[in-house]
């Protein structure tokens, strides 16, 4: 599906809260002559063990390349089953495909958007290795559940917390639950480096190999040997990747982490005034919000029962200056997948994929902003736009 838009953005989908503090520290990183990873992304890794409460924390240069790196410290290869709901963005399947294993795809919960410990469980075979859950949209999945289900039937599970950071279930935060949780810093999440991704974990043995092979598995950093001023020659031992963050990107990053709280607070405000307002009318599902797992809100998410086509509406608030987003992708369906698993059918993915919609939301968007989303959105749906 195509929506062309005519009419200049004035509502972007998303904005990045940041400013003159995050641009003085990424300065002071270009004048100090360390750009590479270094003693900002050390910090930065300190400061996220402090915030998550993990043992480690390991940042990368994306979400992708945290997901890929925690598949293959959990031991994926060929012939490995990997578990992982359709109903998320495609690089989810594609960490699994990068590492060697095989995606199997499962159904979504319709309240939550996340999948359930029934359907994961439903889907091991002698073959799975890892369990995959995401967190849809800003949302936690069970992961109590799942990681009982995990311990129960001796899988290893990494969570897709892309959009989570700052999430809690029972009070406890993500990032501490399962044996590898990676988290993103896109500009469309609540904090951002400009592109970098996070690895927490409990394990020690896996924090180590973590941040060998995010930098070609050298037995040292080329920090570490100009810190320590020695002239040690580094070994290569296993195959490792170039997925460094640079010292640039961890400082604003220190600077956004402090920030983190205050804005979850705030989109959480704009999400629930969205949801009081829009939650009357029959014909729009509003986010689901189980009383134990606070949303963190990535994006405003609603399905649409009835009413005029998606397509229509997002072009009718389109013209009006709204930019809106589909919900999230059925993976499954996208033409990679589809050849691969031409007769996979998960009803609840597809009609949610076809149905949700994802409406502006960012820190600092005004309340007659959100009135005109909402205006525009309701008129939209009475074919009246």
Same mark, same amino acid.
């Given at each position: ?73 959990? $031991? ?61 949209? $800003? ?8 990681m009982e289900l995990a311990r129960r039937r001796g899988l290893i599970v990494v969570e897709d917390a892309a959009p989570t950071l700052g999430a ?31 690895? +927490? ?39 490792g990747w170039n997925y460094r963050m640079t010292d640039v990107q961890a400082a604003i990053g220190l600077v956004q982490l402090s920030r983190l ?24 599902q509003v986010p689901y919000v189980p009383p134990e797992r606070p949303h963190t809100y990535q994006s405003y998410c609603v399905w649409l029962h ?42 609840? +993915? ?36």
């Amino acid at each position: 599906m195509t929506v062309s838009v005519t009419h200049p953005v004035q509502i972007p989908i998303a904005r990045p809260y940041i400013g003159e503090e995050e641009a003085a520290a990424a300065a002071e990183v270009v004048r100090s002559g360390w750009l590479t990873q270094g003693k900002q992304v050390q910090a930065f890794e300190d400061a996220l063990v402090a915030y998550t409460g993990a043992r480690h924390a390991i940042v990368v240069s994306n979400c992708t390349t945290a997901l890929h790196l925690a598949l293959v410290a959990a $031991g994926v290869g060929p012939g490995d089953e990997v578990i992982c709901p359709s109903f998320t963005y495609i690089a989810t399947a594609n960490a699994v495909v990068h590492a060697g294993g095989t995606p199997v795809f499962v159904d979504i919960d319709p309240q939550t958007y996340n999948t359930t410990p029934e359907l994961l469980e439903a889907a091991i075979t002698p073959r799975t290795k890892v369990l995959m859950p995401v967190d849809q949209i $800003g949302l936690a999945a069970d992961m109590p559940a799942i990681m009982e289900l995990a311990r129960r039937r001796g899988l290893i599970v990494v969570e897709d917390a892309a959009p989570t950071l700052g999430a809690t279930v029972h009070d406890q935060k993500i990032g501490t639950f399962a044996d590898l949780t990676c988290f993103s810093f896109h500009p469309r999440k609540s904090i951002t480096t400009g592109e970098g991704g996070l690895i +927490t974990t409990e394990n020690d043995a896996l924090a180590e190999r973590l941040k060998t092979i995010r930098s070609h598995a050298a037995s040292t950093s080329a920090f570490a040997r100009h810190a320590s001023g020695t002239t040690d020659i580094e070994e290569y031992r296993e195959l490792g990747w170039n997925y460094r963050m640079t010292d640039v990107q961890a400082a604003i990053g220190l600077v956004q982490l402090s920030r983190l709280d205050g804005i979850l607070a705030e989109r959480r405000r704009l999400a629930e005034r969205y949801s009081r307002l829009l939650g009357v009318d029959a014909r729009i599902q509003v986010p689901y919000v189980p009383p134990e797992r606070p949303h963190t809100y990535q994006s405003y998410c609603v399905w649409l029962h009835g009413g005029a086509p998606r397509a229509d509406i997002m072009a009718a608030l389109a013209a009006r200056g709204i930019a809106t987003r589909r919900g999230v992708m059925a993976s499954h369906l996208e033409p990679y997948y589809r050849e691969r698993y031409p007769d996979l059918s998960l009803p609840v +993915t597809e009609q949610a994929s076809a149905e949700t919609l994802l409406l502006p939301l960012y820190v600092g968007m005004a309340e007659a902003d959100q009135d005109l989303v909402i205006e525009s959105l309701l008129a939209a749906l009475d074919g009246k736009a």
